[in-house]
């Protein structure tokens, strides 16, 4: 490990000293930007090459540190003078490469301090490899599992607009005015297909973002309708100037997948979008804005959340894709937590559970007879959720704990820290005696039982966090996308929901880990002329991608 450590030091000494360290941020973060948008959209159909380009989204969250070092220009310069600067630093782009790795190695190096993996000094290097089966088992189920919780548009993707093509191969310059009737359009497909779960209740989230949730949700739609229609712009300058070999066309291409607007011109246009006032717009666009002058605290970011948004003087800095993937509710409630956490405490955390136990009671409805019992308290402990069928006497006992979930696919502490208070109240109880059981669920609930069957359940948002949660039986995990995959057949079989959610939910699971086909595989990372080998999870992406989609609906 020490070695580790100091080949750690090594690393970020190297990357310091490259000669396109000293670019400004704006620069590094605009040719991020454009490396992402040609591997995701330029990519000729090679998914292999779009989840790359969708996985160095997610890893340029963990050079925010690296980056907040840099020079922030209070005016940046235009997109093509970025990447002129770039080009001239970095022509062959070999610096560009060391950055992208280095990404990767910022990310699973806070792992290796937490002991997450057991680190083997190589031949060559380094090899990182979890300690045991049981824990990349648990590992890889938890990703999976999350990735079923992840926002999406039902039905196809757009199709490419003759409108917008015209105005591109008109060759004027595209007036962002001209854009504003297509983008309309698409934000009200926006605002009533993606499918997007509340986190916290209205209230909480007017507290976060001064505004209900039904302007919230219009302006998300508003601005995912502008970046998806930059994006097809962006996407129609580049094939144009593949085919031409224009270097004007590419300039527009990527001036339209990096924006840089004016705080008034970002404002105007979401105000003929959404129809919201500046004042509301201007207070949404900072909840997913990355402020270089505050303190580090207070920033935004990091874990996986790219933020969307930089503040430079007047100007806001974007990029279509991460627009697209990072400007959702939970990332608007992160940043609340760092810049304001003491109302965050006071007046948001205590949403959270709250609302993933209604959100569970939801799911239930249209089933007459079950009797729900929320927050019943009882002598050495409290009961988040009971789910009874009085008639067969099946009881579930659920334990809910909703921390934020993680943007991304890797657990956090914090989350299994959460999970696991559940677990060792669930436990607690098990371990009483049946007769003392019975006592007190008859206590809590004024109902009378003779010999209950009693079903244990850990309700999570997205995931868990804790090797324990896969590995033992007594307790069943679930989360809000595997229960409406469970009722939802046990419905279609007509069968008892109480009696049978956490065996449905377990059979469920143990389909979609089997059709996942998922397995660990060494990934190697020559950096610094050392070569990392990590274990990277693969699997079925579309299979889950179904999956998903079967669960959100």
């Known amino acids: 490990m020490e070695d580790f450590v100091a080949f750690e030091k090594e690393v970020d000494a190297i990357v310091e000293a490259l000669p396109i360290a000293k670019l400004s941020a704006p620069t590094l973060l605009h040719q991020l930007h454009q490396f992402i948008f040609s591997m995701i959209h330029m990519s000729g159909g090679d998914q292999t090459k779009r989840v790359a380009g969708e996985t160095i989204s997610y890893r340029v969250s963990y050079l925010l540190p690296w980056l907040a070092g840099r020079d922030w220009d209070l005016q940046p310069a235009s997109v093509p003078e970025m990447m002129a600067t770039f080009n001239e630093a970095d022509p062959k782009r070999d610096q560009f490469k060391i950055l992208l790795k280095y990404s990767h190695f910022c990310e699973f190096v806070p792992a290796v301090h937490r002991g997450q993996y057991i680190v083997t000094r190589s031949a060559s290097g380094f090899s990182l490899t979890y300690p045991n089966e049981a824990i990349e088992e648990a590992e890889a189920k938890d990703i999976i599992v999350s990735e079923l919780a992840i926002n999406f548009l039902l039905g196809k993707a757009f199709d490419f607009d003759d409108r917008l093509f015209a105005f591109v191969e008109s060759g004027a310059d595209i007036d962002p005015e001209q854009l504003v009737p297509i983008a309309t359009e698409r934000a009200q497909r926006f605002a009533k297909d993606l499918v997007e779960q509340a986190l916290i209740t209205d209230v909480g989230l007017g507290e976060v973002l001064g505004s209900n949730r039904a302007t919230y949700k219009k302006l998300q739609a508003s601005l995912f309708g502008l970046a998806s229609v930059a994006g097809e712009v962006a996407t129609m300058y580049y094939g144009l100037a593949l085919e031409k070999d224009g270097g004007q066309l590419f300039d527009r291409s990527m001036s339209w997948a990096t924006i840089v607007w004016e705080e008034q011109v970002w404002s105007q246009m979401l105000e003929q979008i959404s129809g919201q006032g ?276």
């Not at 009874?388 to 943007?407: F, N, R, S």
């Not at 070569?531 to 079925?540: C, D, G, K, M, Q």
Request: overall charge neutral.
């Open 278 to 553: 500046a004042e509301v717009i201007g207070r949404f666009l900072d909840a997913f804005t990355y402020h270089a002058e505050r303190p580090a605290r207070q920033r935004i970011g990091g874990e996986g959340y790219t933020p969307p948004f930089y503040k430079m003087g007047s100007a806001r800095f974007a990029s279509v894709d991460t627009m697209m993937v990072f400007c959702h509710e939970r990332n608007a409630i992160q940043g609340f937590m760092r810049n304001q956490p003491s109302r965050f405490d006071e007046l948001v955390s205590h949403d959270l559970e709250p609302t993933l136990i209604s959100a569970f009671e939801v799911t239930l409805q249209g089933s007459p007879e079950l009797r729900v019992f929320k927050n019943r308290k009882f002598k050495g402990g409290e009961f988040d959720m009971l789910v009874i069928d009085p008639v067969t006497q099946h009881i579930i006992i659920c334990e809910a704990k909703a921390p934020m979930p993680p943007q991304g696919v890797r657990a956090t502490e914090r989350l299994g820290g959460r999970i696991g208070e559940g677990m060792k109240q669930l436990s607690s109880f098990i371990a009483r005696p049946h007769e003392e059981k019975l006592r007190v669920l008859q206590e809590v609930t004024g109902l009378r039982f003779d010999n209950p069957t009693l079903h244990y359940a850990i309700l999570g948002r997205a995931c868990f966090g804790l090797l324990n949660v896969w590995t033992q039986k007594e307790i069943t995990p679930i989360t809000l996308p595997l229960m409406r995959l469970a009722i939802a057949r046990l419905r279609e079989r007509k069968t008892g929901i109480a009696a049978n959610l956490t065996t449905m939910v377990n059979e469920i699971c143990d389909e979609i880990f089997a059709e996942a086909k998922w397995s660990w595989r060494p990934e190697k990372i020559e950096l610094c002329g050392s070569v990392i080998e990590i274990p990277l999870l693969a699997y079925e992406r579309d299979i889950i991608d179904r999956w998903m989609r079967a669960a959100g609906t």
